[in-house]
Structures are given as structure tokens and as C-alpha cells.
């Protein structure tokens, strides 16, 4: 129902800042709950930070202070500004959009985009 393109992955130094970009198309953009995950090689996939359709945001422990989570209904977008860019902070980064419905019975539809690398290195 809904595709997902991730773009703004890099390389960047300790201390820098990259600003993910996740472009949706489809239709009922506003009805989804958006968020950032990322995957370390050798790790599991985690949630970095979501953001629902009513702009509640969440953010993981390490995310928070540091990252902002943002959505542009308008331009169907989704975005990561990341700040204060750490070794740790390097994983593939994947762009998810879920959506709820309730009839005939409740249902959660999750969409995953391609992924965009961000290394943070000297």
C-alpha cells in the first residue's frame, strides 16, 4: 500500500550530523505511525525513534537529546536529524510505516524501505 525510499546516509565524523530523509508514496500517508530503525552488523534491528500520525513522538535511550523526529503530511517525508553523531550511532538505517485497521479484525501492516548506511568515523 505504501512505498518507502530512504535517502541522506553518509559518512561523517564524531560529533557531526546527517539529516535522513524517507519518501512515501501511496495513498492514507497521514494515517501511519512512521519511524526510524536501524541494524548494526551483528545486531538486532532497533527502534531509534517513531512518530504517530498525531505527533507523538518516542525516542530510544541512546537517540534521545541527540535526535528529532519529524513528518511533513504535506510532501508525504519523513525525516532523522541526527546530532551529535557517535561510532555507535553506524548501522544501516531503515525507514518503517505501520498502519492499524480494526475491521473484520485487528491488523497491523508493517512496510519496510531499503535501507541508507550511515557510518560515523574519523
Known amino acids: 500500500q505504501v512505498q518507502l525510499v530512504e535517502s541522506g546516509g553518509g559518512l561523517v565524523q564524531p560529533g557531526g550530523s546527517l539529516r535522513l530523509s524517507c519518501a512515501a508514496s501511496?495513498?492514507?500517508?497521514?494515517?501511519?505511525?512512521m519511524g526510524w530503525y536501524r541494524q548494526a552488523p551483528g545486531k538486532q534491528r532497533e527502534l531509534v525513534a517513531s512518530?504517530?500520525?498525531?505527533?507523538?513522538?518516542n525516542y530510544a535511550d541512546s537517540a534521545k537529546g541527540r535526535f528529532t523526529i519529524s513528518r511533513d503530511n504535506a510532501k508525504n517525508m519523513l525525516y532523522l536529524q541526527m546530532n551529535s553523531l557517535k561510532p555507535e550511532d553506524t548501522a544501516v538505517y531503515y525507514c518503517?510505516?505501520?498502519?492499524?485497521?480494526?475491521?473484520?479484525?485487528?491488523?497491523?501492516?508493517?512496510?519496510w524501505g531499503q535501507g541508507t548506511q550511515v557510518t560515523v568515523s574519523s
Open positions: 518503517n510505516g505501520a498502519i492499524t485497521t480494526f475491521q473484520p479484525i485487528r491488523r497491523t501492516d508493517n512496510y
Open positions: 501511496g495513498s492514507n500517508f497521514r494515517a501511519y505511525t
Open positions: 512518530i504517530t500520525s498525531g505527533g507523538n513522538t
